[in-house]
């Protein structure tokens, strides 16, 4: 029986529906993620905005992760107000948000700042309505399959809205060519479907608790959240003379402020009657490590895909005959044997980790990422493709293979009625990481290359031609327009000098310095530099990842032999007696 008085579902076809419309959900809130990222050139054409404008670097940045931001930032309220409305209406209402944003981004009229602002504006609120999908589709499925049948389909699920990011590199390179419209239309369809579709046939099935709403709670989270990761995302940007922003007495005041929130946030919740997220989660030790292992994997992977896409779309596409404007869309199909790894290794493993101990899978996948980030440590940046597509998918499968069981222990651990509220937080740890894991990696090659570029940019551009005193200046100007440049498949060179400064060079100089071949010689040594400390700081992080999946014990299924009951918080009643749990 739920907490409604309803009959418990029958374990029938419902459970496949619901992971069939669920997945269909994640994928495409997961494609939204990524598909600005290569279609972000035609996008600011077609708004008329330069994206490599210093000024113009927040909008560049928003756009990537405002849906990011405040898809971590508002998952677990909206997995909270699941578990006491039911998930399923919340997650229709999602759909709803969804679509219509979808909808609104492809409408944009205006252009410049006007334009990219309704861009960032309207990404917001579809990043609102896939924390509305992402916080409660983890719990209806967890509601609809029985334990000895999560690991796989949360291995799909999980599976799915990984490989989501990756599809969207791909489809954003080959929609935004023929219009930029495009990369947000193509999810108005799917979009009305799954919702017409939800609304039909998914029903509430879990354990729910009408209870007051937390506002503090809820108002501290998102606060204190929300400046951290713009801390982060500011750290990276140019500060006065300084390369990077993590001096900046603004950055540095988001950082201690966001901090101080989320202190407060930890405080109110042992003392509130009815907390938005009940940290005596925490004691259950299934649960704490499987957040920690997914958090620290996050971290390991987030930043590092970005700088492997710039590898690609910086150096090694261009020295092997690729044009910059063609790169993006390349660089995402060479990075498809990571996806594919994902896809092969994810439902495998979900479906052995139900019939075995997770810990094997978790921790084994840890293990082998972190011989997969020292092979790519060891590779020339000019590198055979097999090679680098080989360790591609070993990386692919060793992600794959710790993703699922380690989801479907995090979500077996939680008791029915704190199961949108806790896979919410797991969630929002992952999202987090990303966050953090670019601005160490961005922090990291961006350092790099402020040591060594100006000096052999200065010298590069003076022996073709280019005045002395406009080749400093250039020189000098931040690391990270020229990741972003790369970043975007802008020809670097060609966009940081302008067309009045090349046609006043002789033609020779002119085609050596836009030429595929300059651009990558000039950053790939300060590139090896700091791509070697990311990859030392994500292999640091892979093997903590694996410690702490194997620290968590033997399996553990909230509901199959007791637990200690949580002390309540002050001020507050006992809760009633935990569910039984049961080792094996």
């Known amino acids: 029986m739920t907490a409604q008085g309803g009959p418990a579902p029958a374990q029938d076809g419902y459970k496949w529906l619901a992971l069939s419309n669920t997945t269909v959900a994640v994928l495409l809130a997961t494609i939204d993620g990524s598909i600005m990222l290569i279609a972000m050139p035609d ?24 849906y990011l931001v405040v898809s971590s930032v508002l998952v677990v309220s909206l997995g909270r107000l699941g578990d006491m409305y039911g998930r399923v209406r919340m997650y229709n209402l999602g759909f709803v ?23 960032i504006v309207m990404r917001i609120v579809q990043g609102i309505g896939g924390a509305f999908l992402m916080a409660n589709s983890v719990a209806i499925l967890t509601d609809a399959f029985p334990a000895n049948q999560r690991g796989l389909a949360l291995g799909i699920n999980n599976i799915a809205g990984i490989s989501g990011n990756f599809i969207g590199l791909v489809l954003g390179g080959i929609l935004a060519p023929i219009d930029w419209r495009l990369v947000f239309l193509v999810s108005v369809p799917f979009g009305l479907f799954g919702t017409v579709w939800a609304y039909l046939k998914l029903r509430n099935s879990g354990v729910r608790r009408h209870e ?17 990761m713009v801390g982060i995302t500011g750290g990276i940007q ?46 259950i030790r299934a649960y704490t490590l499987g957040v920690c292992s997914s958090f620290l994997s996050a971290v390991a992977r987030g930043g590092l895909m970005f700088m492997m896409i710039i590898w690609l779309q910086g150096i090694w596409l261009p020295v092997h005959g690729y044009s910059f404007t ?18 092969l290794a994810g439902p495998l493993s979900g479906y052995l980790s139900d019939r075995f101990d997770a810990r094997l899978f978790a921790t084994g996948g840890m293990l082998v990422s972190t011989v997969a980030f020292l092979l790519i440590y060891l590779l020339p940046v000019d590198f055979a493709y097999a090679t680098f597509g080989g360790i591609l998918l070993l990386l692919g499968l060793s992600m794959g293979a710790f993703a699922s069981p380690n989801r479907a222990s995090i979500m077996n651990s939680l ?39 100006p000096q052999t940019m200065t010298a590069g551009l003076v022996a073709h031609g280019v005045p002395a005193a ?21 020809n670097p060179v060609q966009e940081l000098l302008g067309s009045k400064v090349l046609t006043a060079l002789t033609p020779a100089n002119a085609a050596a310095l836009t030429g595929r071949a300059y651009f990558p010689s000039l950053i790939s040594g300060p590139f090896r530099d700091g791509l070697h400390e990311a990859l030392v700081f ?35 009643p006992p809760e009633p007696e935990q569910a039984e749990g049961r080792h094996r």
């Open 238 to 283: 140019p500060y006065g003379a300084h390369t990077m922003g993590w001096t900046s007495p603004r950055v540095l005041g988001q950082l201690i402020v966001g901090t101080l929130c989320l202190a407060g946030f930890a405080v109110w919740q042992l003392r509130s009657r009815h907390p938005m997220f009940r940290l005596a989660l925490f004691r």
């Open 326 to 343: 063609v790169t993006p869309l390349w660089a995402g199909i060479y990075m498809l044997p990571l996806s594919a790894g994902f896809v």
């Open 97 to 119: 948000i969804y679509t219509a944003a979808s909808l609104l981004l492809t409408i944009d009229w205006m252009t410049g700042a006007s334009g990219a602002d309704w861009l």
């Open 212 to 228: 007051p709403v937390d506002w503090w709670g809820n108002a501290s989270f998102a606060v204190g959240l929300t400046l951290v």
């Open 470 to 490: 406009l080749a400093v200046r250039v020189a000098h100007l931040p690391p990270v327009s020229i990741l972003f440049a790369a970043f975007l498949g802008y």
């Open 43 to 66: 996008i600011f054409r077609g708004i008329h905005l330069n994206p490599l404008v210093p000024g113009n670097s927040f909008y560049l940045l928003w756009m990537i992760l405002g």
């Open 415 to 453: 008791p029915p009625e704190h199961r949108g509220s806790g896979g919410g937080m797991n969630t929002t740890f992952q999202n987090s990481a990303q966050v953090l894991s670019l601005g160490i990696f961005f922090s990291l090659m961006i350092a790099g290359l402020a040591a060594t570029l």
């Open 538 to 572: 994500a292999i640091f992080a892979c093997l903590l990842a694996a410690a702490a999946s194997w620290s968590r014990g033997r399996r553990y299924v909230h509901g199959e032999t007791a637990l200690p009951a949580p002390q309540p918080a002050v001020g507050q």
